[in-house]
């Protein structure tokens, strides 16, 4: 049983929609994981479809990579359950200030709150009162959504997600939550539900299954994917201006020496921040100190993992090359960094992020927010 609250703040129960709600019932693992796969069969779970992991026959690959032809697919996450508050503020709590900053109220068009308040005007009816303005076509995306008593688990969770994109300045729009359990996979002996996977190369879109999320857990699971595509976003518009960089290196010299210093990194003392602007932030954190980013080994044992794979040779053949299991790893550092900045879940014993990471978490998401990549 969980607990919401309707639209009065009343609190009541709900019961879970199915045996794996929460994933309860596959053991799954403290941090969230990131895996491809194409099953054989297609069983249900509670009459829902379901997608459990064959005894054999299944391929596990990179973020975005399919087996055959090089076909990008979405990369999956699943999600442990995180105890945390219910969806209520409406916060942005990845504000240009930085990683460590204090999370930053939203408000309104007149300067007012946005966040819950239980003394809020209310009708004849007992539901809250609007102030009588005007509606603007962002309404949708600032107001949140109220629990109700009669909704389903996966009404109540779905509102959940999406209140949770309206705290974090993701369209709501862009949040699908389909009902039941992702799909279940193992990594080693250890089982995992797909708690929700995020469309980094085709939408933008998030997808959220209610049923492999608590109503707390689920706030985790929104932050995590959105962080994937904000940084993917800014990721492309990187690659594309260092292609351009290696393509003057070798067609064009004096463009190339323009921007360059003498070792041929961009030198922002020549300008080169107006012409390849974020090749020019982000090249000092994915070229100059990748080493360093892979030797502090991410902020959790998740995230570790992914680094680890870089090391392996099998593992990155298997995730498409070096450059693909390495960029990988980065997406999957800064999703569990903006997982455990949202929902303040703390850090273990010696895992806090670094000053590179949460310098690179920073510029990333300044970034994403003057593209609004993810907002």
Known sequence: ?????????????????????????TGLASRDNIIEMFPDARETIDG???????DEGYKQLGIGYGPVGGQQFPEACAMELMMGPQGE???????????????????????????FDPDQPRDPDGKFASTGA???????QKQPEFLKPDMSTHDARTAIARNTARELN????????????GR??????RAFTEGGHAEIYTTGSIVIYTGSNSDSGIRGVVAHEVEHVRFEGVLDDYNKEM??????ALNDHEQYDKVTDPVGFLDPEKGAG????????????????IDQLAKDDGVTDYSKAYWDAVKSPESVAKYGGYKQSRERAIHETLAEMAKMKFTGEPYATGEKPTKLWRDLFSNVNKLAKEKKYGY
């Not at 005007?134 to 949708?140: A, I, L, R, S, V």
């Not at 279940?184 to 002996?189: A, C, H, T």
Request: glycine content about 10%; charged content about 30%; hydrophobic content about 30%.
């Open 134 to 140: 005007e509606k603007t076509p962002g309404d949708n």
């Open 89 to 115: 503020l409406i916060e942005d709590r990845f504000s240009e200030a930085g990683y460590d900053a204090e999370p930053v109220v939203e408000r309104g068009p007149q300067g007012e709150d946005l966040r």
């Open 184 to 189: 279940e996979f193992k990594i080693g002996d």
């Open 274 to 289: 107006a012409v390849l602007p974020t090749a020019t932030v982000l090249q000092p954190f994915l070229e100059l100190n």
């Open 48 to 54: 829902k479809p379901a997608h459990p992991v064959p």
């Open 243 to 248: 292609g351009h960089l290696s393509d003057w």
């Open 170 to 181: 993701f369209p709501v729009e862009k949040v699908k939550c389909i009902e039941g359990a």
């Open 1 to 25: 049983m969980s607990t919401a609250f309707d639209e009065h703040g009343n609190p009541y129960e709900v019961k879970p929609d199915s045996a794996n709600a929460g994933g309860t019932d």
